[in-house]
């Protein structure tokens, strides 16, 4: 896979319309200080497309430039909308670098002038280039990371059913990614236990579960301080229940927490029977995407609301549904918070 990145400094010369596809609002409304979530070498611009090609297929240098700048200089060229040129250098460690674009009737007079050997240093990637990389690796490591746990945790699902004693015991272990050589190394770890209960004449360990059977799961996982480990340990609660993630009740001793749910056994041998983890993830990110959508104006406290406006996180209603806030205000208001509004109102007054 070749990895192509503007810098800072490219994408500040690329209008949002050279774009081919949707991009970021740190981008589209020019707030460069918040580009620090954003995975710019994803970004649906046609000349980090071709950039790939180029360092597939190689490409042509760009002379005049390739002599200013004291180093090879590859020329990427787009031919969607309004055709615009690229500049870009290889690093040591076969990274590309776009350090300079422009529109194709500008660049090839422009080119050499903007990136002589003299002034790299406005040109090159930047210290702020190489964090953002990092930002961005780390980023992807998590996503491998929650990727492979949820399917783990299927799996120590599908494998307590077939287990004499009918339970599994799963060990997840995360690594916290450090931004810089001297950052300390953080090691998060939980230890799940999982336990499946069904009707013995559905059990049959050979051809497996019929699939009108209802297994009663229990997963119980302990010393999950880490905040993505219990968030991700849930997602795979929730992919598995399917319509309504279950409550976590905390263990009598406070070592940690457990989940109590019914799975349709087809439910599970469909998950159990997914063939990659990248598949897995897949089914998690449209499944809760589904799910938190909401079909109704809840109620939540007021507090949450701009949280999860703000950072797209899934809060819960006074129902019982959790839901991301958005801006629907054609939907129906939910009836059973509309019932539950002046309890909640009564017990915020008197807890005052």
């Known amino acids: 896979m070749f990895e192509v990145r503007p810098t800072v400094r490219t994408l500040k010369a690329l209008p949002a319309e050279s774009y081919s596809g949707p991009i ?6 020019s707030r460069w200080k918040d580009l620090a979530d954003v995975d710019i070498s994803q970004l649906p611009h046609p000349l980090i497309d071709a950039g790939k090609k180029a360092l597939a297929r190689g490409t042509d240098r760009h002379i005049k430039a390739s002599a200013a ?29 776009i350090v300079y674009a422009q529109r194709h009737d500008r660049f090839h007079s422009a080119v050499a002038g903007q990136l002589e050997a003299a002034r790299a240093h406005d040109w090159m990637p930047r210290p702020v280039d190489r964090t953002l990389r990092r930002r961005e690796q780390a980023r992807a490591e998590i996503r491998r990371w929650r990727i492979q746990t949820l399917a783990a945790i299927i799996g120590a699902v599908g494998a307590a059913v077939v287990a004499d004693d009918h339970s599994s015991e799963l060990l997840v272990q995360r ?21 499946v209960a069904a009707d013995l004449p559905e059990v049959d360990a050979a051809p497996g579960l019929r699939g009108e059977a209802l297994l009663d799961v229990v997963v119980v996982t302990r010393r999950a301080e880490d905040k993505l480990l219990s968030t991700t340990i849930a997602e795979a609660v929730t992919l598995l229940a399917g319509h309504r993630r279950p409550d976590a009740v905390t263990l009598p001793d406070g070592s940690g927490v457990y989940y109590d ?21 897949e089914l998690a990110e449209t499944a809760l995407g589904e799910r938190l959508r909401p079909t109704h104006l809840h109620y939540t406290r007021k507090e949450l ?43 915020a007054e008197r807890l005052r």
């Open 24 to 29: 970021p609002d740190a981008i589209r409304r």
């Open 69 to 97: 700048a004291g180093r090879p200089v590859l020329e990427l060229r787009t031919r969607e909308g309004a055709a615009w040129r690229g500049a870009m250098i290889v690093d040591d460690d076969g990274i590309g670098w």
């Open 175 to 195: 690594e916290e990614p450090r931004l810089d050589a001297s950052a300390r190394l953080s090691i998060f770890s939980s230890t799940i236990t999982v336990s």
């Open 261 to 281: 749910f019914i799975v349709p056994a087809s439910r599970l041998q469909w998950l159990v029977a997914v063939e990659s983890a990248d598949e897995v993830g």
């Open 305 to 347: 609301v701009a949280e999860s406006a703000v950072e797209g996180r899934a809060v819960r209603a006074l129902c019982g549904e959790w839901f991301v806030v958005r801006r629907d205000e054609g939907l129906p208001v939910c009836e059973a918070c509309e019932t539950r509004l002046p309890v909640a109102r009564l017990v």
